[in-house]
């Protein structure tokens, strides 16, 4: 079954650190990929989308992931975090059909 | 541009009583999807339409759930004789129809049956 994995449920960075979340896709065709920041009590915000074309993709936010086929992997970056930037991450994906398949989430903890 | 709307935000029930959540789209998105959030997990697909058509359920859409979109605008998720397990974060996202269909998500309706 195609599939989502987000490497590790909680993370914690201190502020002005490089923040890493990981995100792995398992499908035999590449899918769509998308990054999603949840603020507690709210809904979705998409941070960034990978369709075709440039494999590194910037988003909102100082946000950027890339695809990488051959690790089937996406994962999200930010080269120096902001205590704004604590929230839940879900990284997703549409593999090919039009429903979303959202990873389980990873929790981003600022420390100041 | 307002957004994705959902009503009511919060919705607190008794277990067996019905409730039932609406959503109102982006005025020119063509698709509406229904997802359910639990503590700790990622959102969950529940059904999506097209206009008014209602084109996927998931198997996790129990006969106790309907969602309709009549007039291919705003929809409605009814759950019937709620359970404990119903409660979660109903999410409502809407798009055009694309290849790559990106989702624009509204704030949710939070669920909790005593």
């Given at each position: ?112 | ?11 607190i029930?008794k277990r ?96 909790t049956v005593l």
């Amino acid at each position: 079954a195609q599939s989502v994995t987000q490497l590790g449920s909680h993370v914690s960075v201190s502020e002005g650190a490089l923040v890493l979340l990981r995100c792995n896709y398992s499908s035999s065709v590449p899918p769509y990929l998308f990054w999603y920041v949840q603020y507690p009590n709210q809904g979705l915000q998409l941070l960034l989308k990978y369709t075709t074309g440039a494999t590194l993709v910037k988003g909102i936010n100082g946000f950027e992931a890339e695809f990488k086929k051959s690790e089937t992997s996406f994962h999200l970056t930010k080269p120096s975090a902001h205590m704004s930037d604590a929230a839940e991450y879900f990284c997703a994906s549409v593999f090919g059909n039009e429903k979303l398949t959202f990873g389980t989430g990873t929790r981003l903890t600022i420390i100041p | 541009d307002t957004g994705v709307s959902q009503d009511p935000r919060h919705k607190i029930t008794k277990r067996g009583q019905n409730v039932t959540f609406r959503c109102d789209p982006i005025s020119e998105h063509n698709r509406l999807y229904w997802y359910r959030q639990t503590l700790g997990q990622g959102p969950e697909f529940l059904t999506y339409f097209q206009n008014e058509a209602q084109l996927e359920k998931s198997r996790l859409l129990s006969d106790r759930f309907s969602a309709e979109r009549p007039k291919g605008s705003f929809s409605t998720l009814e759950i019937q004789r709620t359970e404990q397990g119903d409660s979660a974060m109903y999410l409502c996202a809407s798009s055009i129809q694309s290849s790559y269909n990106e989702q624009f998500f509204g704030p949710g309706t939070r669920l909790t049956v005593l």
